[in-house]
């Protein structure tokens, strides 16, 4: 197994997530847009972002599993891990299929499809959804979080222990 000294997961997902709704907003501003070349050139850049995004799902998806099976949790945050897990596979199934469908649009010439256009509206739902679990996991249950409940336990002891002995001699002073 890695041994990486922090989270790779959190990194790689916001790539995931910029990139998908830039690529929606680049696709949406293309489609309302008159004929011409800002058109294309918008229509072909969210084809690209929407290519990279993929790509960035598969590093994100990938450390998430690792991160899923390494970091210490208890049962109240199984299931939401669990919650979001699942989501994050079923994103990045409309993820690729979206993919598929832009880039067909792309070498056909045909970028904007209806298709398409009802699978980028689920896609961004999906990957709004999917972070709003992940951002559920950090901040609501405090998981991978190295403020965790013992770290804070454990802070409080040492700001107590200082506390109590402020007023006891150095032994180095005292010397």
Known sequence: MLNIP??????????????????????????????????????????????????????????????????????????PMLDHRNWALATALALLGCTIFALRGYFKNKIHSAPLTVGFFVLVGMVGTTAYKGGELVYHYGLAVKSNTELRELKQNEQKQQQENIFQPNAEISK
């Open 6 to 79: 922090f989270p790779l997961h959190p990194v790689f997902v916001h790539f995931t997530v910029a990139l998908s709704f830039t690529s929606f907003g680049a696709y949406v501003l293309a489609y309302l847009l008159p004929h011409g070349k800002l058109k294309n050139d918008l229509s072909v850049s969210a084809v690209w972002m929407l290519s990279f995004c993929f790509l960035a799902s598969l590093l994100t998806i990938a450390f998430g599993f690792l991160e899923f099976n390494t970091v210490k949790h208890d049962m109240l945050v199984h299931m």
